[in-house]
């Protein structure tokens, strides 16, 4: 039996912050960690596992990515193409569905992150 | 009114109606191949976003669990590469147990010699899989039918199987009577067609109206060889061989590692004895198996393939999908029932099941496809002359060999090879690729390299010992 995708090792970087993107990821196996760095400091954002797609704003915009991808165990990553997307979208805007219901989960997300922490402060 | 009345009417422009789905509405969909299977899911997915309640039929005879011809939806197997990105970005994700082996190269078999197309991005990203549960007699493991995995998705989802074979689709009162072989008979609001071109429900369709137009088709090969997995590892690895012969007739030739088995698929027009005799004589394939002969197979089948699209392909309340619709030239199959299956499903639930509904929504998918595959043909064509002229395969070996031994160099003939073996990218594509002035440049340049005397000499010891051949 075989698997799709690319394989990465416990700790691999999939992507940096700082990159160029032209593409997102889906995890097909094991979980990624979405992180970003500041002052030598580690900042986690997410924690995702199968299923779960990560670098997707890439697909929308023309900057570079805002934080870093790295494999959390034996993990398989699979490669949607910013062309393959957009050429699907543009057939079928319903397949960008999915992805909008997640942004707008995680967007959802950092909104209650900031609002508790300007609580705290 | 029967079905074919009413298709016939629909070609003749009289004054179509719209109607949608209502709560409570119900909806037959004959055939559970991918195409049925991906509409399924599709439809009852978007019904549930906007809270419509809907019922859904799925008619389907055959067990996918069963081994050989009994469970299998006959075909090569490759799920492309944008279908598996399509799918990934949907939320569906193949199992590990149906994905038979991740595709990593295509290798290029010609009489001037071989070379291996390496992944654009090193990664697998196209699936060897079984429609059926493996081979005739093959050993039961943990595979798991690809065909059988799209129903499960669509069961989960809410969908009726119902395991009965399906003799008669006609209109009554406004709503679509399904007959089964078992005098099974149920209305519908809507009959979805999935049934592919193997079976005998489009032909009697067809048969009893002068109106409607089944699909055009023809007869192709495919056979399984057991080779095990040591053995397949060590001569095929993890690349589709594709071959590039002076046959006449044979439009695509490819063996395609699994488990334990080589699926090969022939795909031309009537592909018969004599093409089969020709292609299994050749010394490009012999040389690809162990010791250079080619063992007997274990399983084979002479499935149709659709090669025109059916006309017209929706009427009131009744659509045809997949391969008894539309499909691509040859390739990608699957992801043509996927496009199909999904434009429909959006159709009937954002739209409406009238024949004005599926012009105006559906039709622009079907004929995009139709379109792309009169460019398919063209391109078609120019392989064809490459097949026959020995003189463009040293240029195309040459100009591929070369940019794959450079890593960074751009790899416009890879490119264009590789998308057009994958069914990745749409023959559109593929063919303005093949216009632009650095492709043509580099061809000729390679043509004339590939051709001159001193290639010649170097390359003058037949097939095997070419100074371009790639070693895999
Ligand atoms: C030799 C060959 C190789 C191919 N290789 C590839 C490939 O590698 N990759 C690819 O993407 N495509 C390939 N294709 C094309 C691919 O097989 C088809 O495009 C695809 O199967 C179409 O799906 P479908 O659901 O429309 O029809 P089908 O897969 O044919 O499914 C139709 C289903 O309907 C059921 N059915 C039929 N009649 C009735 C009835 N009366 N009542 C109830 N149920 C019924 C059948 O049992 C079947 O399950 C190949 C085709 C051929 C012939």
């Known amino acids: ?121 | 009114m029967t079905m074919v009345e009413d298709l016939g009417r629909l070609s003749k422009r009289s004054g179509p109606q719209s109607s949608s789905l209502q709560d409570g509405s119900r909806i037959a969909v004959v055939g559970a191949g991918p195409a049925g299977s991906l509409f399924s899911y599709f439809l009852l997915n978007m019904a549930e976003a906007v809270s419509l309640d809907i019922g859904v039929d799925l008619f389907e005879p055959r067990h996918f669990c069963h081994r050989g011809p009994a469970g299998c939806n006959h075909c090569g197997g490759i799920v492309s590469e944008s279908l598996v990105q399509r799918l990934a970005t949907e939320g569906i994700m193949l199992p590990d147990g149906v994905v038979q082996r991740g595709i990593e190269s295509y290798t290029l078999h010609m009489d001037v010699g071989d070379v291996e197309i390496e992944t654009p991005l090193a990664e697998k990203r196209i699936a060897a899989i079984y429609r059926g549960n493996g081979p005739r007699n093959s050993e039961p493991l943990d595979t798991h039918s690809f065909d059988g995995y799209l129903l499960e998705l669509a069961q989960e989802k809410g969908a009726n199987l119902v395991p009965r074979l399906v003799t008669g689709v006609r209109r009554e009162d406004n709503r679509m009577r399904v007959t089964c072989a078992d005098q099974y008979c149920n209305d519908y609001d809507l009959a979805v067609i999935a049934t592919g071109v193997n079976s005998r429900l489009v032909e009697s369709l067809e048969d009893e109206s002068r109106e409607f137009r089944r699909p055009g088709r023809t007869k192709t090969f495919i056979c399984e060889f057991l080779l095990g997995r040591d053995v397949i590892r060590d001569t095929f690895g993890p690349s589709m061989h594709v071959f590039f012969l002076d046959i006449p007739r044979l439009k695509f030739a490819a063996l395609i590692p699994k488990g334990d088995y080589v699926t090969l698929c022939l795909l031309g027009k009537d592909i018969d004895d004599e093409l089969m005799q020709q292609f299994f004589s050749s010394p490009e394939v012999m040389n690809c198996f162990p010791k250079g002969t080619v063992p007997s197979h274990v399983c084979h089948c002479y499935p149709r393939i659709n090669i025109d699209a059916a006309n017209p392909a929706y009427s009131d309340r009744l659509v045809m999908i997949g391969d008894s619709g539309t499909t691509r030239l040859f390739k990608d199959g699957i992801g043509a029932s996927y496009r199909t299956a999904k434009a429909a499903a959006r159709t009937v639930v954002f739209h409406g099941t009238g024949a004005e509904d599926f012009e105006k929504y559906y039709a622009p998918t079907c004929r995009a496809i139709s379109k792309d595959n009169q460019v398919g043909k063209v391109v078609f064509g120019f392989g064809s002359l490459i097949q026959k002229s020995r003189f463009a395969r040293r240029g195309v070996l040459r100009m591929t060999a070369n940019e794959q031994k450079n890593a960074n160099g751009s790899r416009r003939m890879s490119e264009v090879l590789w998308d057009l073996f994958s069914g990745s990218a749409s023959y559109t594509d593929v063919f303005l690729r093949t216009l632009h002035p650095a492709y043509i440049g580099s061809l000729l340049w390679n043509l004339v390299a590939g051709n001159s005397p001193s290639a010649s000499s170097r390359n003058g010891h037949g097939r095997g010992q070419e100074c371009d051949r790639v070693e895999h």
């Open chain 1, 1 to 121: 039996m075989a698997r799709l995708g690319k394989q990465y090792s416990d700790g691999d970087v999939i992507f940096r912050e700082g990159d160029t993107g032209t593409c997102m990821f889906v995890i097909q196996k094991g979980e990624v960690e979405v992180f970003v760095e500041s002052d030598g400091h580690e900042l986690i954002l997410r924690k995702i596992g199968a299923n779960d797609f990560f670098g997707e704003m890439a697909l929308f915009e023309h900057e570079t990515r805002t934080a870093s991808a790295r494999a959390v165990g034996p993990t398989h990553v699979l490669t949607i193409d910013k062309k393959n997307f957009l050429a699907g979208v543009h057939e079928d805007p319903s397949l960008a569905f999915r992805i909008v219901k997640t942004m707008s989960h995680r967007i959802r997300n950092l909104t209650d992150r900031l609002a508790k922490y300007e609580e705290d402060i």
